[in-house]
């Protein structure tokens, strides 16, 4: 199927720092995602996102964090500063032209705040 | 606020018998369940999408929706030592189309 690529794979950073995950989406979709999972929990949904504004976020979207696909490119999640409890694996998604078609998945990117 | 649980926890059968999953969620007024499956390390990959009460196949893949008992299901037919992964049921619908809820999901192994 659609391919979602994540970069990097696993991100170890000390708490305060910032750090931007990249989400590399399926070429022709336009709806973007982000979702957080901590080990041993359900996957949680972060944020999408849609010509270039936020469509919907949760309580988990705190104000440290911030979503960007500049010039079509990577599509981003900025977390500054981190905090401890922002260790999780995060996964990114896209889905084509409707909001509710299928979100595509990338394999995470897992981030631990030291 | 939407609720997804999953049972059950963990699974195992023999390769060849049927294997069924359960889904239940809260909001009567979802409309969009999809199952997918984890392979360790991995990204998600979507097994069937289901929008209307009764069945969907997808080959070995078969969704079962009832709205008004809150439930889906998954079966998978014949289900080879590959099909070993995590299984997540996954909703949307009512008042956010954008976002899915996922249960915890089950993790099934299947034994040769």
């Known amino acids: 199927g659609p391919k979602v690529l994540q970069i990097p794979s696993h991100q170890i950073i000390d708490m305060g720092q910032m750090v931007t995950l990249n989400c590399d989406p399926v070429?022709?979709?336009?709806?973007f995602y982000w979702y957080k999972q901590i080990l041993g929990q359900q996957m949680e949904f972060l944020v999408n996102?849609?010509?270039?504004?936020?469509?919907?976020k949760s309580k988990l979207f705190k104000d440290q964090f911030s979503v960007e696909r500049p010039d079509g490119s990577y599509f981003t999640l900025k977390i500054q500063p981190t905090a401890l409890e922002d260790s999780a694996v995060y996964f990114c998604?896209?889905?084509?032209?409707?909001?509710?078609?299928?979100?595509?998945f990338g394999p995470g990117t897992r981030l631990l705040v030291l | 606020q939407q609720k997804v649980q999953q049972s059950p926890e963990s699974l195992t059968v023999s390769e060849g018998a049927m294997a069924s999953l359960n889904c239940t969620f809260s909001?009567?007024?979802?409309?969009?369940f999809r199952w997918y499956r984890q392979h360790s390390a991995k990204g998600l990959e979507v097994l069937v999408s289901?929008?209307?009460?009764g069945e969907k196949e997808e080959g070995r893949f078969t969704a079962h929706l009832n709205r008004a008992n809150l439930h889906v299901s998954l079966h998978i037919r014949e289900p080879q030592p590959s099909d070993s992964a995590v299984y997540l049921c996954?909703?949307?619908?009512?008042?956010?189309?954008?976002?899915?809820?996922f249960g915890k999901g089950t993790l099934l192994t299947v034994t040769p």
């Open positions: 996102f849609y010509n270039g504004k936020v469509m919907e």
């Open positions: 998604a896209s889905s084509s032209l409707q909001a509710g078609d299928t979100q595509y």
């Open positions: 070429s022709n979709h336009l709806y």
């Open positions: 289901i929008f209307s009460d």
């Open positions: 909001d009567g007024t979802s409309n969009n």
């Open positions: 996954a909703v949307s619908g009512g008042g956010s189309n954008y976002k899915l809820t």
